[in-house]
Structures are given as structure tokens and as C-alpha cells.
């Protein structure tokens, strides 16, 4: 059974609620605490690329429970303004905004599975998910 739940993100305080959220939906599912800190790590930095390059968006979290196997989809969506090169924000060390540049491809580290999809001028969205192990 897929149980959806979405945090809007809007304001800077919503990275938080969002990254707490999906800390939550984790444990719940029976994470334990080291890969409960990957995901909320993968958490702040799409619900903060939403905040800082799209200006709203929202991060949803469904609990996947297949067959033999249990995990966490997270979904970022936004209307900003789309990712022109995806190649180029996939490179470690590239930021636009003076941070570390983990970004996308930290996320991308962090989780089991990801993917991409932006068009440029209509928004962005990323599907990533982390397998119980």
C-alpha cells in the first residue's frame, strides 16, 4: 500500500519540517538511525534546491512495500524554471549558489535509486528511493 504525505515548501522553515517528516516516515518503516540521517540529509538538499532555485515546490514521501521488499520514495516537484543542463548539476563540485555542491549528486550518493526530469520554463522532478536493507 502506497501512504503518500507531502510537505509544501515555500518558506526556509519548511526544508525542516520536511527533512523531520520523511525522518519520521523512515524510522516508521524501521530505518535505522544511520540511514535515517541519509535520508533526511537527501531531504534538505532537494527541499532546499526547491526553495532556493524554484521558490516553491513540494516533497512527498510514499512508503513502498513490495513483495519481499520495503523502502521510501521520495518525490520533489517544483514549477520553477527547470534544470537546463542535468549533466552539468549531476557533476560533484558544481553549485550555483555558493554552496558545497553535494547537491544532486550527493542525493543521488545517498539514495538506492534516482531519477530526473526537468523541462526547462515548466519545472523539475525527482524521484528518488532508499531500500530497507
Request: charged share 25%; hydrophobic share 35%.
Amino acid at each position: 500500500m502506497d501512504f503518500q504525505s507531502c510537505v509544501n515548501i515555500q518558506k526556509e522553515w519548511d526544508i525542516v519540517g520536511a527533512r523531520q517528516l520523511g525522518r519520521d516516515r523512515a524510522k516508521s518503516i524501521g530505518f535505522g538511525t544511520v540511514d535515517q540521517a541519509r535520508i533526511a540529509t537527501a531531504i534538505s538538499e532537494l527541499a532546499r534546491n526547491i526553495y532556493l532555485y524554484a521558490g516553491t515546490g513540494k516533497i512527498c514521501f510514499e512508503t513502498i512495500d513490495e513483495m519481499s521488499q520495503k523502502g521510501i520514495r521520495i518525490i520533489a516537484t517544483d514549477n520553477g524554471p527547470g534544470i537546463r543542463d542535468i549533466s552539468q548539476v549531476m557533476e560533484d563540485g558544481y553549485s550555483t549558489s555558493g554552496g558545497l555542491g553535494a547537491g544532486l549528486p550527493g542525493v543521488k550518493r545517498l539514495m538506492d535509486q534516482f531519477d530526473i526530469v526537468s523541462n526547462p520554463g515548466k519545472g523539475t522532478e525527482i524521484k528518488t528511493i532508499k531500500w530497507l536493507r
